[in-house]
C-alpha cells in the first residue's frame, strides 16, 4: 500500500509538470496532449487528461479557447497562462533540485548494491 | 442488417448501429458514474464526448461509410481508455499490469422480464425461465401441467404477461440473465449473439449424438430438473400466497370505501344494514374508528405481502424508515381501536327496563298478526319469493329511516283472578349508567294494533335515526283472563316464546296448517285445542309441560 501511494505521489507531480510544459510550448490541442504523454509513456488514454485538464484550468494554470475545426465540433485549444508560466519555472527548479536530490541520495548510499546499481 | 439510431453528441448527428448505441451508452453511463464525485464532473464528461464526437466524425466517410459500427465504438472507448485506466491514471499514470475481467463472477440478482427472442406467446415462461435460472422448456411444462390439471395456468400466465415488461434492450436482457450492465459483458453478451448466429447453422450436424451418451447427463439433469422443480413450486406457491394477500388488501380498502357515510343514502354505515358494528360506534368518533380499523387490518398485510415478496422473489421493496413507519401508525391505530373499543364496552354497563302497560278491549277471543316492520309495502307473506324479500330489505336501507332492530318476544300468560285482558310491554336497553340506559329505552319505537279482536304485532322493535344499538330488546306479556280463546297466525308462531306453537300446528291437517291455531287458556295456563281433542287421555301432563312457563309465571 505504502509503496502504491509512494509512486501514484510521485507520479502525479510529474505528470501535471509535463503537461504544463508541452502546453508551454504553444497552443495545443488535448488530443495531440496525449500523444506526446504516449510517446513519453505517461499516459495511455485520452480519458485520463480530461479530469488533469479542468483541474489546471480551475487552478488557472492553464486557459483554452474554442476553434473550428475541419471535422467534428470545435476543439479546445489549451494555452499556458502567466499564471501557469511561473508554476512552471518554479517546478523546473523543484525538478532540477529533485533530481539532483534523487541522484545525491542514490548514489552516495553507503549500502554497496546501490552503488553497483546506479554508478 | 442492422437497425441503426440517431444520436445526438453535442450538437452533431451519428447514424450508430443498435449494438454499438448500446455499448456506447453503457461506456458513458460508466464514465458519468465515475466522475459524479468529481469537481466539474459535467466539463469533463462534456470534454470527453466532444471527443468522441469528434472521433466519430474521422471515422464518417460520407457515401461510403455513414454509420457507427460496434468496432468504431469498441476502438473510440479503447482510446478514451475504460474507466479502470481513469482509476490508474488517477493514481498516476501508465502500469503494466494486466487488466483484471471484472464482472465475470457477478452474482447479481436477476431480473424478471419477457423473453422477446424466445417466445410461443409471449415470452413469459422463458422469461421466468431465465429468472430461475432453468429451461424454459421445464417452465413452460410445468405451465401446461397447470393448466390442465388446475386450470390457473393460464390465468398465471395472463396475469404474467400483463404484469412482466418484455425485455426491449440489450440492458433488460442482460439483467434477466443476472449479468451486471458493463462494457465487458456488453461485449460478450454481443460476441455471443453472433456465435449464435453463426452456430446455427453448424449445430445441426452436431446435435445428433448417440443415445448412450446421453443417457448419463439424463440422470443428473432430472435430478437437477426435480430439484428446480421444488423451488418452482415453492415459488408459485409464494406468488399465489402474495396474490391472495393483495386479494385481501384491495377487499378491505373496498369495505372502507363502501363504509364512507352517505354512500348508501342513510348517513350511516354506508351500504352495510343495520346488524352492522358500526351502528354500535357513536358518530361522533365513527370517522376515527375507521381509519383505525382500516389501518390496524391493512398494515400486517402490507407487511405480510412485503415479507413474502422478499423471501420469494429476493426483491426489498420497502426500506427499513418505512417498515418503522408502518408499525409506529399500527401502534396507533390499534391503540385507538382499543381506546374506542373500551369506550363503547362502557356504554354496555347498565341495563335498563321500561315496562308499559295497556288494557286491552275484552273479548272473548282474540286473532295474535305479525306487522312485518322490515317491508315497505304490506305484502301477502306467504307470496313473495326469497328475491323479492332481499329487495324489500334493501330499499328499506336505503329509505333509512329507521333501523329495524330485535326481533319482539311475546309471551301470553293468565291474567290474575277477574283481572281484564292487558299488554305488558317491556323496553329494554343498556348504557353506561342506568338514567342512559332508560332513556334509550324509551326511545324505542314499538306498536301493537288493535283493531276489535285482531292484535297485530311489529315483528321488530325500532330504533330512531341516529340511535347506537344498545342490546336493545322488546318483550310483550299478553296477560288473558282465563276461558279467552287465542288464534295465533301463523307469521306469529316464530315470535311467540313461552308456547310451543309449531308442535301445536303438527297437529293440524295439512291444508289447515297455514291458517291460524286455536287455543285456550285454562286455569292450568294456555292449552292447543287441536292437540287436546287429538289426544283427550293421556296428554294432560304434556300440556302442563309446554306450559311450563306460563305456570312458573303465575307462581311469581
Known amino acids: ?119 | 442488417m442492422n437497425k441503426t439510431i440517431i444520436i445526438n453528441i453535442n450538437g452533431i448527428v451519428f447514424h450508430i448501429e443498435e449494438d454499438a448505441y448500446e455499448v456506447l451508452r453503457s461506456y458513458m453511463i460508466e464514465v458519468k458514474k465515475h466522475f459524479a464525485y468529481t469537481e466539474d464532473s459535467k466539463e469533463i464528461v462534456g470534454d470527453i464526448e466532444n471527443r468522441i464526437a469528434e472521433m466519430f466524425s474521422e471515422r464518417i466517410v460520407a457515401g461510403k461509410k455513414e454509420v457507427i459500427t460496434i468496432a468504431d465504438v469498441e476502438e473510440v472507448c479503447a482510446q478514451m481508455g475504460s474507466v479502470k485506466d481513469f482509476e490508474r491514471g488517477e493514481e498516476g499514470g501508465y502500469t503494466d499490469t494486466q487488466q483484471t475481467t471484472y464482472g465475470a463472477g457477478y452474482t447479481g440478482t436477476r431480473k424478471l422480464f419477457r423473453d422477446m427472442d424466445d417466445k410461443v406467446f409471449g415470452g413469459v415462461c422463458s422469461g421466468l425461465g431465465h429468472y430461475l435460472d432453468i429451461e424454459a422448456l421445464w417452465v413452460r411444462l410445468v405451465m401446461v401441467l397447470l393448466f390442465v390439471f388446475a386450470g390457473t395456468g393460464f390465468l398465471v400466465y395472463i396475469i404474467l404477461w400483463i404484469v412482466v415488461p418484455p425485455a426491449r434492450t440489450r440492458s433488460d436482457r442482460m439483467a434477466m440473465r443476472g449479468e451486471a450492465p458493463n462494457l465487458q459483458n456488453f461485449k460478450k453478451n454481443f460476441e455471443e449473439e453472433m456465435e449464435g448466429l453463426r452456430g446455427n447453422f453448424t449445430m445441426a450436424g452436431e446435435s445428433i449424438k448417440p443415445g448412450l451418451v446421453k443417457a448419463g447427463d439424463a440422470l443428473e439433469q432430472l435430478a437437477n430438473f426435480i430439484a428446480k422443480a421444488f423451488i418452482i413450486l415453492l415459488k408459485i406457491a409464494g406468488a399465489l400466497v402474495v396474490f391472495g394477500l393483495c386479494a385481501a388488501l384491495v377487499g378491505l380498502i373496498i369495505c372502507v370505501v363502501l363504509a364512507i357515510p352517505n354512500w348508501g343514502g342513510d348517513n350511516y354505515g354506508g351500504v352495510y344494514g343495520p346488524d352492522f358494528p358500526l351502528y354500535y360506534i357513536p358518530e361522533t368518533y365513527k370517522n376515527m374508528v375507521i381509519i383505525a380499523v382500516f389501518f390496524s387490518l391493512a398494515i400486517p398485510l402490507i407487511a405480510l405481502i412485503l415479507l413474502a415478496i422478499r423471501m420469494v422473489f429476493n426483491r426489498r421493496l420497502a426500506g427499513s424508515y418505512f417498515g418503522f413507519g408502518l408499525l409506529i401508525i399500527w401502534l396507533v391505530a390499534t391503540g385507538t381501536l382499543a381506546y374506542y373499543a373500551i369506550q363503547t364496552a362502557e356504554d354496555f354497563r347498565e341495563d335498563a327496563t321500561i315496562v308499559k302497560e295497556q288494557v286491552l278491549q275484552s273479548a272473548p277471543q282474540y286473532y295474535i298478526d305479525i306487522h312485518d316492520v322490515n317491508q315497505i309495502k304490506q305484502t301477502d307473506s306467504t307470496t313473495h319469493s326469497v328475491d323479492s324479500i332481499g329487495v324489500i330489505i334493501r330499499s328499506n336501507k336505503r329509505m333509512g329511516k329507521f333501523k329495524n332492530f330485535g326481533s319482539v318476544g311475546i309471551s301470553v300468560v293468565k291474567a290474575e283472578q277477574g283481572g281484564a285482558p292487558k299488554l305488558i310491554q317491556e323496553f329494554r336497553a343498556r348504557g353506561k349508567d342506568f338514567e342512559v340506559a332508560a332513556k334509550r329505552a324509551g326511545r324505542m319505537v314499538y306498536s301493537i294494533n288493535q283493531e276489535e279482536q285482531h292484535l297485530t304485532f311489529d315483528s321488530h322493535s325500532t330504533l330512531p335515526k341516529g340511535e347506537l344499538i344498545r342490546d336493545q330488546r322488546i318483550h310483550v306479556k299478553l296477560s288473558l283472563p282465563v276461558g279467552t280463546k287465542l288464534f295465533l297466525s301463523n307469521d306469529a308462531d316464530r315470535y311467540m316464546r313461552n308456547l310451543s306453537a309449531w308442535e301445536c300446528r303438527d297437529n293440524y291437517p295439512e291444508e289447515l296448517r297455514e291458517g291460524y291455531t286455536e287455543w285456550l287458556m285454562t286455569s292450568e295456563g294456555l292449552k292447543c285445542m287441536a292437540e287436546s281433542a287429538n289426544e283427550q287421555e293421556d296428554t294432560r301432563d304434556s300440556i302442563v309441560d309446554n306450559n311450563v312457563d306460563s305456570l312458573g309465571l303465575r307462581k311469581h
Open chain 1, 1 to 119: 500500500m505504502l509503496v502504491e501511494n509512494t509512486q501514484t505521489q510521485m507520479r502525479k507531480g510529474i505528470l501535471e509538470y509535463c503537461i504544463l510544459s508541452i502546453i508551454s510550448r504553444g497552443e495545443i490541442y488535448a488530443s495531440d496532449i496525449i500523444s506526446e504523454l504516449k510517446i513519453a509513456r505517461l499516459l495511455v488514454v485520452e480519458g485520463t487528461l480530461y479530469p488533469l485538464l479542468t483541474r489546471l484550468k480551475n487552478n488557472e494554470l492553464l486557459s483554452y479557447s474554442w476553434k473550428e475545426s475541419s471535422a467534428g465540433p470545435p476543439r479546445k485549444y489549451y494555452q499556458i497562462t502567466p499564471a501557469g508560466q511561473q508554476v512552471l519555472k518554479a517546478l523546473d527548479e523543484t525538478w532540477n533540485e529533485l533530481v539532483f536530490a534523487v541522484k545525491t541520495a542514490t548514489t552516495w548510499s553507503p549500502k554497496e548494491e546501490n552503488k553497483a546499481n546506479h554508478s
